[in-house]
């Protein structure tokens, strides 16, 4: 089984609908973030949790939310979804350990607004 | 975090050595140069990290410069599966773990 998680891997919807990916891992890792990835560009960081209740904005964290009520489970929700939110999303874990460890991503939502 | 700067792609051929080199000219002491792969549709995936001179593992050599303002990835011998981009990146010591990813370097392996 894969140690990093998202659900689903695939999301069409429509403008104004209100969205929410998943991500659960197994490896233990305190260490949560969220990207997307826009074609042809490198990922970007929308939220990040250190620990449960612990919620970081990222770069360019407007018109989402997150939820982080356990260790092993890390949710983004888009309340209102727009067009320009269609986008690759990528959710990673990393230890505690050390800022500069390995960051271990899942295979990725691909989100379609219409 | 220093930016960094890479060639948006590179062709090669199966069996040769592809070096792929990194600028990131404002790197502070406290930073690491580490490098990620990423296949289509796919997360990105760790290859290898180093602080100064050289690293080596399974997959690939990381040669740094004493002055660590640039780096360079080398893939020995690269096969078709070697396709994907690679992107370098700068990650800092009790910086929170943020990662800043640039385009990276789309690599393709030909016959």
């Known amino acids: 089984d894969a140690d990093v998680t998202q659900t689903p891997r695939n999301r069409i919807t429509k403008t104004g609908k209100r969205i929410m990916l998943e991500c659960s891992q197994t490896k233990g890792h305190d260490r949560m973030y969220w990207y997307r990835q826009d074609p042809g560009l490198g990922l970007r960081l929308i939220y990040y949790?250190?620990?449960?209740?612990?919620?970081n904005k990222g770069e360019i964290s407007d018109g989402y939310s997150v939820s982080r009520q356990a260790q092993a489970k890390f949710s983004l929700s888009l309340e209102s979804a727009i067009p320009n939110q269609t986008a690759l999303y990528f959710c990673a874990t990393q230890t505690a350990r050390d800022s500069t460890d390995t960051q271990y991503f899942g295979p990725g939502t691909r989100l379609t607004v219409l | 975090l220093a930016k960094t700067t890479q060639p948006i792609s590179m062709d090669s051929y199966e069996g040769q050595e592809v070096n792929i080199t990194c600028s990131h000219n404002?790197?502070?002491?406290?930073?690491?140069i580490t490098w990620y792969q990423q296949f289509p549709s796919q997360g990105p995936r760790f290859i290898i990290q180093?602080?100064?001179t050289k690293v080596t593992n399974e997959v690939a050599s990381l040669f740094i410069p004493a002055d660590r303002k640039s780096s360079t990835l080398s893939l020995p011998r690269v096969s078709l599966s070697d396709t994907a981009v690679y992107y370098c990146?700068?990650?800092?010591?009790?910086?929170?773990?943020?990662?800043?990813f640039g385009q990276g370097t789309e690599l393709s392996v030909k016959p």
């Open positions: 180093g602080y100064k």
């Open positions: 990146l700068v990650a800092r010591e009790n910086q929170g773990g943020k990662l800043i």
């Open positions: 949790s250190f620990d449960v209740k612990d919620i």
């Open positions: 404002n790197i502070a002491t406290n930073d690491y």
